[in-house]
């Protein structure tokens, strides 16, 4: 197993390298925007297509019987193993210059994820997690991850992406009655919240609504952090949904507790 997750490390830091380059070539760039959506605004870019495209001939390069499951292009295949790919993570930030989009590679065997890599090219932070390590680097330099010690709400940072792309208006109630216990609530930062969180800066994460490649990177690296990610009905992250991280299972529990509270 070692040398098979070696060997998948390699190739995603390899596919990482080849999307920042990819990304910071458009970065703060005049590009044409497309929206995916008739009602609402999911939008797409070309930097989006190209490093979904090229990430993809690569795995299918070194592994051809492998799934991959991708935000802008999908090979599925009967297989054990599943690439989940998001090419750019926050791409609202990423046309809005915002550097705190990412690209999420993830690798899952048997439906179990074994290895997860965030990369946030504007910043040059990279987040990995796989057996049980999870790891920075910033700058060449690499630092081993750890979450907060915070168990009460009331001392608590909470982030999110934003209620407003919640899935639900109730879900977005509930988000509220959260946010009003918790120290302070932030805003906008997509995948980067959750680096944050496995790093010792954010307490909780929560969001509604995600689709597996929004999510599925950042399990290795939270929960080798020392953090927990869990959907808000307690269940795997692995097909999205609804979701929960926290510092530990002591505020995952609490925060649990009042965002499937019945609304008044």
């Known amino acids: 197993m070692q040398k098979e ?6 190739l995603s830091n390899q596919l990482a390298d080849e999307a920042r380059k990819i990304s910071l070539y458009y970065f703060k760039k005049k590009i044409i925007i497309k929206n995916k959506k ?3 605004f999911d939008p797409v870019t070309v930097a989006d297509i ?3 495209k090229k990430l993809n001939k690569i795995i299918l390069n070194s592994y051809p019987n492998h799934s991959i499951l991708g935000e802008e292009e999908s090979f599925l295949r009967e297989s054990n193993y599943e690439w989940c790919i998001d090419p750019i993570d926050g791409t609202k930030s990423f046309i809005q210059g915002v550097p705190l989009w990412g690209t999420l590679i993830s690798v899952s065997k048997n439906n179990k994820i074994v290895l997860g890599l965030v990369d946030i090219p504007a910043l040059d932070e ?4 796989y057996l049980d390590v999870a790891y920075k680097i910033v700058n060449n330099k ?10 009460n709400l009331s001392e608590a ?3 999110t992406t934003s209620p407003y792309t919640f899935a639900s ?3 977005q109630n509930q ?3 959260l946010s009003n216990k918790t120290k302070t609530t932030r805003v906008g930062g997509d995948c980067y919240s959750y680096c944050l969180l496995a790093d010792g800066y954010v307490d909780v994460v929560v969001e509604s609504g995600l689709k597996p490649w929004d999510i599925r990177a950042l399990e290795p690296i939270l929960k080798n952090a020392g953090g927990v990610l869990k959907t808000w009905e307690n269940n795997s992250i692995h097909q999205g949904g609804r979701i929960i991280a926290c510092c530990n299972n002591s505020l995952y529990k609490k925060c649990r507790d009042i965002l499937n509270e019945k609304p008044s």
């Open 5 to 10: 997750i070696n060997n998948f490390l390699k």
């Open 38 to 40: 008739k009602r609402g």
């Open 50 to 52: 190209k490093i979904q």
């Open 126 to 129: 990279r987040y990995i997690g």
């Open 142 to 151: 690499q630092s081993k991850l750890s979450v907060s010690k915070v168990k």
């Open 157 to 159: 940072i909470l982030n």
């Open 169 to 171: 208006k109730d879900d």
């Open 175 to 177: 988000f509220e009655k």
